[in-house]
C-alpha cells in the first residue's frame, strides 16, 4: 500500500469548514483513499473514500487531484465533536493476501475550538 | 452505528496469566479483524478471519492467536501475557475486503 503524508496537526474555527490534506504521491492506479477518524477513547470511524472522483457523503466530501497524488478531506461546517485524530489511508480495495488490511499512520490532530 | 461489541472494555491482569477478549458482531459480515494500537506505532493488524474456522495472521501475530467458531464472534485469546501485550485492541468488520471496515470501541487492557 502506498505511503501517506499528513500535517501532524490542524486548527480549525467551529462553523468554518475544514480542509485535511493528504499526501499519496506513490499511489497505483488500482488504490482507493480512504479516510477514517478516531476520537478520543473511541475506535476508529469510516468517513469516506474515493478512487479517481471526487466524493461526497452525509458527513464530508472528498477531492482527489486529477494526477491522484494528493487529496483533501472538507468537513464542511466543522464542529466541536469533530475534534479527533483524522487518517488518511491508501489501500487496494481487492482482497488477495491482504484482505482489506488498514494501514493507520500517525494522522492529523484536528482541533476545532469554539 | 455497526453492531460490535467488544469485551470487556477494560482489563487488568498480571504477566503469565491467559486473557481472552471476544467481539461479537450483529451484522453476518464475513470478514472480521483485529488490531492493536499504541503510541507512535498506529493501529497494527493482529489476525483477521475470513469465515467461519478460516483465520489468519496479520503482522503483529506472536503471542497471539485467534477462533471463529461462529460469524458472529471471533475471540483473540493471549495464553500467557507479557508486559508488551499492553495496548488497546479494537475488533473491526467488513462483509468484502474491498468495502469499508467498521470498529467496535476497543478493550484497554494493562499486563502488569
Known amino acids: 500500500d502506498a505511503k501517506t503524508t499528513q500535517p501532524t496537526s490542524m486548527d480549525c474555527a467551529e462553523g468554518r469548514a475544514a480542509n485535511l490534506p493528504c499526501n499519496h504521491s506513490?499511489?497505483?492506479?488500482?488504490?482507493?483513499v480512504y479516510w477514517y477518524r478516531q476520537i478520543h477513547s473511541q475506535g476508529p470511524q469510516y468517513i469516506i473514500h474515493?478512487?479517481?472522483n471526487n466524493e461526497t457523503n452525509e458527513m464530508a466530501s472528498l477531492i482527489i487531484t486529477e494526477d491522484r497524488k494528493s487529496s483533501t478531506l472538507i468537513l464542511p461546517h466543522a464542529t466541536l465533536r469533530d475534534t479527533a485524530v483524522y487518517y488518511c489511508?491508501?489501500?487496494?480495495?481487492?482482497?488477495?493476501?491482504?484482505?482489506?488490511?488498514?494501514?493507520f499512520g500517525q494522522g492529523t490532530i484536528l482541533t476545532v475550538h469554539p | 452505528d455497526a453492531g460490535i461489541t467488544q469485551s470487556p472494555r477494560h482489563k487488568v491482569t498480571e504477566t503469565g496469566t491467559p486473557v481472552t477478549l471476544r467481539c461479537h458482531q450483529t451484522e453476518n459480515h464475513r470478514y472480521m479483524y483485529w488490531y492493536r494500537q499504541d503510541p507512535g506505532h498506529g493501529l497494527r493488524l493482529i489476525h483477521y478471519s475470513y469465515g467461519v474456522k478460516d483465520t489468519d495472521k496479520g503482522e503483529v501475530s506472536d503471542g497471539y492467536s485467534v477462533s471463529r467458531s461462529k460469524t458472529e464472534d471471533f475471540l483473540l485469546t493471549l495464553e500467557s501475557a507479557t508486559s508488551s501485550q499492553t495496548s488497546v485492541y479494537f475488533c473491526a468488520i467488513t462483509r468484502q475486503p474491498n468495502q469499508p471496515q467498521h470498529f467496535g470501541d476497543g478493550t484497554r487492557l494493562s499486563i502488569l
Open positions: 506513490t499511489i497505483s492506479g488500482n488504490e482507493y
Open positions: 474515493g478512487l479517481k
Open positions: 489511508i491508501v489501500r487496494l480495495n481487492a482482497g488477495g493476501t491482504s484482505y482489506g488490511k488498514l494501514t
